[in-house]
C-alpha cells in the first residue's frame, strides 16, 4: 500500500545501542520506542485535574493544566461540578480554528466562587519546571514544555505561557482580558500562536480529539452554527475524581522529561527514514508528538 | 457574545488613507480590506488547472500548481480526463494530518501517459516568480508565495518549493521518490513542514475543504479506514474546462502580488484590535490567509 508518508520509521536503535552495525534489523519506529519505554516514563494524569466532557459521539478528555493556570482550573471544576456544561451545546465549528462550548444564551448564573481572572502567563514558579527544546520559534524566543504541555518563555522575564497547539483547550474572553473558563475553545487547524499571551489556555485533549475535529463545521460567521444547523449537544462536563474508578477512562501520557521522549523528539527531528530525501532537522513545537496511551484498551 | 477570537478587526484604515485622523471611525477588518480590493486585485484560476473532486457531501474545487509542478498537474489531468478517480473513495483520515484518496487494491491500470516523476521542488523558472516574505520560518531559508501557494526558497541554490500548510494537496508517494499524482492527499492539521522537499505539493484547495476536514477519522493504522469503516466514494474527478460553463464553481482567488494582499498581511502580522493584549508582531507562513471568493455565491 503506497503511502503519502511512511509513518514513523527511523534508523536501526541497534546502531546506537549496539557495537555491532546491524543495518539488516528492523527500523525502530516511535512506536517501537514507546512499547519499549520504562513504565517510570510514562505518568498517569491526576484526576482531579481530568475532566470528562461526554458527548453523544463519546468521551473527550481534556488534562487540565491546574499548576499553570490554577484559577482557571479551580472555575472550570467548580462549573463542571455545578453541572454549569451539562445540557449546553458545541456551538461554533470554525474549519482551521476552534470548537467553541459555552452557554451562548447567557442565562445560566455561574456560581459564586468563579472568579474572572487573567493567565495569559503561567505561575510564578513556572520558570523553574519549564524544559527547554533547543529548536528555534516563531513566535517567542524559547519554546519547549511546562507540566507536559507545549509552552514558551522569555528569558528576560522568565516568564512563561502555555502555546497555542492542536489539540489545545482555552478559556475564550471578551474585551477585557479577563476570563472565567465557562467558554471553553479547542483548536482544530493549524497552530494559532497569534493567540498566545492573549488567551488563557488551560489544558489540552488527551483522548476523543476526533470527536471534536471531525464535527460539521460552522456555516455562521466565524463558525458559528447557523440557524438551521443542529449543535452537538454536551451531556455533561465532570472531573474524573468524581466518577467511581470503573467509570474513569485509564489513561497514561509520556513524560515529557523522560529519556523516550528525548528518543521521540530526537527521531522526530532528524528524519534518517529512508523514505525521507531531505531531513529537516528541526522541529516545530506543535509538531511534537506528546504520546498519550489507554492501558484499558479504550 | 463571547468568543475566544474577536475576528480579523484592525486599526482604522482611515488613518492610513485619510490626512485627518479619526480614531473613532469603525475598525477595518479583512472582510472590509477585501470588500474594498480593487477587482484587478483578483484572479480567476484557469479553468485547464482547477479540478473537481466530487464528493456525496458537495463538491471540493483544487487548484493546480501547474507551472509549479508541470509533471504531476499533466498526470493527474490525464488520469481525472481517464476518469481513474471516479468510484474510488477517502481510504484514509487522519486527525491532525490529511486525508488520502487513491486506488487502494492498485488494480485500476494507469493511462499510458501518466509519467512517474520526482518534483520535490518547483520548475526552474520559480525563483524569478517567487514573492518574499519578510518574516522568518523554522524550516526554510526563506518563505513566500508562488503562483498564489505558500512556498519556500533556498537564497543558495535558487531552488523553490511548495510548503505543506493546511488545505494543500499533495502526491502520496512510496520510496523510491518517484510519484505519479494517482494517489493524493489534503493536509487536514498543523502543517507538517517535515514533509516539505519529501513529497511533490500539486496544489491547494480552494473551496470545500471542510468537506474533506470534517469526514470521520478512520480507526485503522494511521488514519485508513478500518473494516467496517465506510470509506467516502469519489462521484468523479473532473477538470474544470471539460463542464459546460454553467456547471463551473465561480470562484476568485485574492492575488498574493497585490496591495490589498500586502493590507491583509500588515493586518494579520501586527494586531493592533483592542482586544489583542500581546501584539505576535510576526507571522507563520502556514497561518498566512488566502482569500477566496465566489461571486456566484455558491
Redesign the interface.
Known sequence: ???????LVLCSMAIVLSPVLDLEAKPVTVDDLLAGAPAADWRTPNAEDTLYLELPQGRVVIELAAAAVPQHAANIKALARAHYFDGLAIIR?Q????V?W?D?SHQRPLPPSIKPSVE?TADAKAAKRFQLLP?????AAQVGFLDGFPAARDPRTHSVWLAH???MV??????P?ESTGA?M?ALI???????????ALVGRVLKG??LL?????GTG??GFYAAGQVPTPINAMRVAADLPERERTQIEVLRTDSATFRAVLDQ?RD?HE?????N?G???L??VPLPVRTPGGH
Open positions: 500500500m503506497r503511502r503519502f508518508h511512511q509513518g465549528v474549519d482551521n480554528y476552534g467553541q459555552d451562548e495569559f529548536d528555534r520559534d516563531l513566535y497547539c492542536y489539540g482555552g478559556a475564550g474572553r471578551d474585551d482580558a467558554e475553545y487547524g493549524n497552530a494559532p500562536r497569534q493567540l498566545d499571551l492573549n488567551v480529539m476526533e475535529s471531525a464535527l460539521p463545521r460567521e466565524m522526530r528524519r529512508p523514505w525521507f530525501k531531505h529537516p528541526v522541529i516545530d506543535c509538531n
